[in-house]
């Protein structure tokens, strides 16, 4: 399947335990035959352009113009861009919380990305790393992201026992009342003010 990709002009908006990182770097061998199968590429580098807290464009330089490939957060959600959670009597915003959380871990940096399925509209679901460190087991951890499986589908290997861990500790989005991010959509549409494009 081909994968669309956007050319814009030349500007740029611009863990864990041991046991962890095995844990995932297994799930990339164990799953490398298939990536290679669905004819992906094997990794998409670039700076990111955030949309939202599992969502952005890896920007490439090219010269005169640039490459933007949109990449999503493999197995894990964030509340949207709009969306509220509320503690106590008070709400706060999750979405802009989870969307400048991923953006000051990734701004300026290189991001790598190991796509593991095209994207319906073009683009990928993605494991990503900021200086070798899972982007989404970070975000999981701190509460940031929660699970994003179906009922047919396995988390990636160290992802359950992550979320576990922050439910726990009452980290981040866990230490309020919130709408699941699929339910939030389902109820409030998926329109998002910094993307050009959602899916």
Same mark, same amino acid.
């Given at each position: 399947?081909?994968?669309?990709?956007?050319?814009?002009?030349?500007?740029?908006?611009?863990?864990?335990?041991?046991?962890?990182?095995?844990?995932?770097?297994?799930?990339?061998?164990?799953?490398?035959?298939?990536?290679?199968?669905? !004819? $992906?590429?094997?990794? *998409?580098?670039?700076?990111?352009?955030?949309? @939202? !807290?599992?969502?952005?464009? +890896?920007?490439?330089? &090219?010269?005169?113009?640039?490459?933007?490939?949109?990449?999503? #957060?493999?197995?894990?959600?964030?509340?949207?861009?709009?969306?509220?959670?509320?503690?106590?009597?008070?709400?706060?915003?999750? &979405?802009?919380?989870?969307?400048?959380? #991923?953006?000051?871990?990734?701004?300026?940096?290189? *991001?790598?990305?190991?796509?593991?399925?095209?994207?319906? &509209?073009? &683009?990928?679901?993605?494991?990503?790393? *900021? @200086?070798?460190?899972?982007?989404?087991?970070? !975000? +999981?951890?701190?509460?940031?992201?929660? $699970?994003?499986?179906?009922?047919?589908?396995?988390? +990636?290997?160290?992802?359950?026992?992550?979320?576990?861990?922050?439910?726990?500790?009452?980290?981040?989005?866990?230490?309020?009342?919130?709408?699941?991010?699929?339910?939030?959509?389902?109820?409030?549409?998926?329109?998002?003010? +910094?993307?050009?494009?959602?899916?």
């Amino acid at each position: 399947m081909k994968v669309r990709t956007r050319y814009v002009e030349s500007r740029v908006c611009g863990w864990g335990p041991a046991a962890y990182a095995i844990a995932i770097a297994f799930s990339l061998f164990s799953t490398a035959g298939g990536v290679a199968a669905q !004819g $992906l590429p094997e990794t *998409v580098i670039g700076k990111a352009q955030i949309y @939202d !807290g599992v969502t952005f464009d +890896l920007i490439q330089d &090219g010269g005169r113009y640039r490459t933007a490939t949109r990449i999503r #957060l493999e197995a894990v959600d964030s509340c949207e861009l709009r969306q509220k959670a509320r503690l106590g009597n008070v709400d706060w915003p999750c &979405g802009a919380v989870a969307t400048a959380w #991923l953006a000051s871990r990734t701004l300026v940096k290189e *991001v790598e990305c190991r796509p593991t399925r095209v994207i319906p &509209g073009g &683009g990928y679901r993605a494991q990503c790393y *900021v @200086d070798a460190i899972d982007i989404a087991a970070l !975000g +999981l951890g701190q509460g940031m992201y929660v $699970l994003a499986v179906s009922k047919h589908e396995d988390p +990636l290997p160290g992802y359950a026992e992550i979320e576990a861990k922050a439910k726990a500790a009452s980290a981040g989005i866990w230490s309020s009342n919130f709408m699941t991010p699929a339910d939030w959509r389902r109820a409030n549409g998926t329109y998002n003010p +910094l993307s050009p494009q959602r899916w």
